[in-house]
């Protein structure tokens, strides 16, 4: 190690805590003991969550990812390939460009929140958190060799054939089932701890992926988009238990077994199929209504056999939110005429929030039966159809042809920065929101909720 090193490792170890092994007290803590299953056995999870694209990395660090790229041994001849990688914690990424000197201190300390960073930590090595493969092409056929134990070396990992026309896709679950899973590890932190993690995985090619529009803004070229692996996450870890007399199922599950996880919390009662899942999807720090207490899912056992919450002597909720019961915010938006649109105000009995698109063909299935509902309810019922579209003239020519006589509003497709958008996580097309006068949310979900939502409108 050269004295420039040398010093700078000095000076980042003092310039964080030193280490620290304290030990979870569990006295105030609720254990709720999980067991691993298979996540598609309990629920039809969010593609976003348990389904990552793998691809050549383009990243504004060049040497720094030729670096890593250079490390890899034992690669196949082949026609042609790429290294392809997906970053599985984001906390050790950031800590790892910093260790780099590529980030600031703060710049480090503002990507990972929530993340004790001591002196142990940065002396270890914590380079191994992502999932890395070679895939390429040789005689016709697609091969994909996953480094399984994340060693940089090929050798000792299986080599997976594709025929050059087999089509795999996540919306045919069918097509996956001939994929053996793969036992995979990765580095993760669990509790500020650096931890091993063992993860049941599919991979496979699949050139018209959900991803497909994002890998092409993504990579480097058209030639890259070509080179792309899906990385299937089909564990989760899960319960079922009573919290305040009330039982519960609760699953964590995803690709990112750490904050960022998501964590199913819902009671047995409700019904996911006609409720959208989104209403009981929480993550690692956040606040669980149970009659009138509140919970904080305060962490994960770094064994992941166990899910840690604590009670909280009184409500640290927010005054709005996304969930069921909630209250959501005035939010700004705009008419079809580019003016704003005053939706918030209305004290009909009932808003039903339309979200949906021209290009979305559940949405338009839908339209026929939200005409009948709104007009044997307008007196009680207004209907705020806010389109995510492409082409602000596609939706006004379908409004003007379908006489859709409320009211409507209109948002860019491709910006998910858009406050109602964002914050009341809408990824999904169409998605229902029904609100009563003061505008807490009554009912979440899908097309698969319209009933639900038809009946309580003209029952109550």
Known sequence: MNINKLLFTVIIIVGFIACQHTEKTEERLEIINLQKSNIFD???????DVLYPAMPINSKYQEYEKSRLEKFKNIPQLDSFRIVSKILDKDLYYLDLFKKRLISKAELLDHTKYVHIDSCLMLQNTEKYRFNAVFGFKDNKKIIIPDLNNNF?????????????????FRDPISLKSIVAQNFRYQGLLNNKLKWIERNIKVYPDDNSIYKYMIEEDVKNKIDAKYVVMLLFEDSWMANKKINEIPYNIIVYGGRINKYAPILFKPDSINHNVFSLDNFIYKLYDTVKVNSSYYVLDSMGTDLGH?????????????????????????DLKDLQGQKLDWYTSKKEYKLLDFWGTWCKPCKELTPALKDLYNENSDKLEIISIAADSNIEDVQNYVSSNNLNWQHAYIYLKDYSVPIRRELKVFSFPT?????????????????????????????
Do not use: C, H, W
């Open 42 to 48: 309990q629920i039809d999870p969010d593609f976003r």
């Open 153 to 169: 070396d090929f050798e000792d990992d299986p080599k997976m054939s594709f025929s050059s026309d087999s089509i795999y896709s």
């Open 307 to 331: 899910l840690y919450i604590s009670k909280l002597l009184a409500d640290k909720g927010n005054e709005f939110g996304r969930r069921i019961g909630d209250k959501i915010k005035n939010y």
């Open 432 to 460: 229902l929101v029904l609100l009563d006068k003061n505008n807490k949310i009554l009912i979440r979900g899908n097309s698969a909720s319209f009933e639900e939502i038809e009946r309580y409108i003209e029952t109550n």
